[in-house]
């Protein structure tokens, strides 16, 4: 499952380090107290092999009719069978034999436990047998089991239907064991409306006409798969294919924009024979279809489905009147995620929800993987390993973090597991312990692992079990242990020395906090990659302490060459000092690693706020274009922590715009011959950085272009478009708002429509704001979109969103995925400075998230106190560097 954007910015909002995502769910809908967790394990006494499910789905009446045939092993003697199902109503019920007459159970229904129980008069002998049920149940707003999404074309609103089941959601639309590790064989039967297309994991075996303008499609047996991966999708579609080594690749749009698909289409090709190389096991499906939805969720962006990948239209179609370069990347780096779950979570899956990170981690790393090697112009720097190294430590740095194997006890728990950690976390593990062990021993411990328990389901020790075959001399398990069974950042502390013409290197263990200032340290075994004078990499194993001589003096010694390492690095002052003067000789990618300690360190007292700011005055104007987008976002935190002194505040932007303005005019408005992706991204951001910044030139001229553009569309370039549109938003007056408002009502494309309603939500003015709240009450932006422009108030106005959907919790319910409501209430207070929103998200948890559900408030309230502190001790140092710079 790929997370969304949305939950990312949130999170980064809550914390003083990079994004921290999460995936809570538990919230009691209408309990005046905190609910109890609900919905634990099954039995272990029944076991189903294959499911027959028949289903009518009524668009009109937003409900279904199903009739299940499900075949189970009665394991143990038993009177009852119980499974998951949610919202449904049960009619016909009986368990039949080969022999003997079918009985006939009572049916209870424990609605907070998710379960159906079926009791028979007499136990159940062992045995197999066949269960058959019929039911009816709920179509959806939201994406959770069966739902609807409505969008606009130039016929008219239409209406399809699709299913999200990951992690629990199957057993809103099949009473079944929804569990990852009860895997059986699924038929489908649908009934819908002649001329639209239904979609499955497996091709269609056969479709009958009914006569009555309804056709029923049957689909070919899926393989042996957990309940979270079935999918269905009925709708006006198109659908466009290529084969490739035996397999169908599909994609599947709205009528019409299926070509905006084919960008996604080809990628999905080359990503798909660069897996069935790299895992040795090809894909097993007949066909791979990817299939376009309109709309959004708080929770994610795209799920990975055997053979039917569900992506959001945002990460699938191009336009290319508005597509940039980022849209690009997006829809390729989704396509690789989804796809490398194809082997690791759909041939072989999690046992339980514990080792939910076997299936994110590893789709993240092997998403990052692909697509530097088949677009190495995306990185053309080669920094990409410093982003992926330290992008999760701002959230492990806090006492809310957790180990990436983490226990889970409940469903609502496992919805929380869907973070930061597991997600960013475990691919910079993966990525460290494959720089560790070697490249071609990890490819050959994966292939392994996957050859091994495909259709089946494991647990983490035994991919390491594996791992540990190929490389037998690495201590490899024992390291892999420490950084996935507790949680935090090691800090290696570095000094060095010269004598007799070695370098001596001294390094020290400890651990990187954000919020635990006197914390006893953790203990890692850290892999250390040292660079000395000589330029050769030398490896070292950290246990403690570790002495290194490293030959030749006079130039200073990197830590972490090549930046793969997941660990802080604390030079002693003499070595910073030496490694800041040689800034400008080290490779991008150390560059940025050096860069982004030095501002972690700095921002919890570790390191002088010198250090980090003077490296941020190094960067040369042909640097990089990441090391200038980390600039800009250096500059950025400190104009957001001088907000409550405005004249202190706007010394500081000119002395920032200042800084900025040499680079952005080599750069221009316009792209140029031989730009770049980077490049091309960095020109969208410095416009957007400088707009922030209040730079006069840069507004107007984002609103003469705004203005141009609605008779000249070459005004707004694809790649300055969103920018562009996004700085006119937060700043419009009520006259530039009623504009957009406008172009929303009037736009028929969904993609479109829905960047419209999101930018009504981004106005810095309060009033507008207000309007913005009152419009995702209506039913005017679309199910779908009134959360998100929620949300997106809350990051100018945290208050005023808070307060609002707490006022108006019982509609906001219906808005926002059942999975994400306990998150999605205290992120919206996550931008706030004022600690008394720590008070009203604490009374909100209090009264409507579970216990075991607040660890994503307690997240959002940890990091306001933390942000609010840091800023008191952080400011003074960072005062008296901007005197010494004249501001």
Known sequence: MRRTLVTAIALALASAGPAVLAHPAGLAPDAPTAAVSVTTQLPRDVRPTHYDVEVVPHADRMTFDGKVRINVDVLVPTRSITLNAVDMTFANVSLGRAQGKALVPKTSVDANAQTATFTFDQPLPVGSYLLSIDYSGKIGTQANGLFALDYPTQAGRKRALYTQFENSDARRFIPSWDEPAYKATFGLSVVAPTGHMVVSNMPAASTHDLGDGRTLTLFKPTPKMSTYLLFLSVGEFDRTTLADGGVEIGVIAQKGKVEQARFALEASRDVLREYNDYFGVAYPLPKLDNIAAPGRSQFFSAMENWGAIFTFESSLLLDPAISNISDQQRVFTTAAHEIAHQWFGNLVTMAWWDDLWLNEGFATWMEGRTTRKLHPEWDADSVDAAFTSRGPMGGDAYATTHPVVQHVATVEQASQAFDGITYGKGSAVIGML?????????????????????????????????????????QFTTVAHDFTLQPGVPLIKASS?????????????????VDRPGKTPLRWRVPVSLRGADGKVVRVLVDGQASVRLPGCGAPVLVNAGQKGYFRTLYAPAQFKAISAGFATLPAVDQMGVMLDASALAAVGLQPEADALDLALQVPLQAAP?????????????????????????????????????????????????????????????????????????????????????????????????????????NADAATWDKLHAMAKAEKSSMLRDQYYGLLAAA?????????????????????????????????????????????????????????????????????????????????????????????AERVVNGIQTRVKLRQQRLPQIEAWLKQHGV
């Open 434 to 474: 494959e720089d560790y062990v070697g490249e071609a021993a990890w490819r050959d411990g994966v292939r392994s692992y996957v050859a091994k328990h495909a259709y089946g389901n494991a647990v983490t020790d035994e991919l390491w079990a594996e791992i540990e075959k190929a490389a037998p001399d690495k």
């Open 497 to 513: 020395t010269c004598a007799n013409g070695e370098t001596v290197v001294q390094l020290e263990q400890g651990e990187y906090t």
């Open 626 to 730: 990441e090391l200038w987008q980390n600039v800009a976002g250096m500059l950025s935190n400190i104009d957001a922590m001088l907000k409550d002194n405005p004249a202190r505040q706007a010394a500081f932007r000119k002395f920032a715009q200042a800084r900025l303005a040499p680079k952005f005019a080599q750069l221009g408005w316009q792209n140029r011959d031989g730009d770049s992706a980077a490049t091309r991204q960095l020109r969208s951001s410095m416009i957007a950085m400088l707009g922030a910044l209040g730079d006069a030139k840069v507004l107007a001229e984002a609103r003469r272009r705004f203005d141009a553009s609605a008779t000249d569309p070459s005004a707004l370039p694809a790649d300055l478009r969103r920018t562009v549109l996004g700085m006119v938003a937060r």
């Open 764 to 856: 810095k003015d309060k009033a507008l704001a207000q309007r913005a709240l009152d419009m995702a009450l209506t039913d005017e932006p679309g199910a779908t979109n009134s959360a998100s422009m929620i949300s997106t108030v809350a990051w100018e106005h945290p208050d005023m969103a808070f307060d609002f959907a707490v006022a108006h919790r019982e509609k906001v319910d219906t808005l926002v995925d059942s999975t994400s409501r306990a998150r999605f209430y205290p992120g919206l207070g996550s931008s706030a400075t004022d600690l008394a929103m720590v008070d009203k998200i604490n009374a909100f948890a209090e009264k409507y998230i579970a216990p075991t559900s607040r660890r994503d």
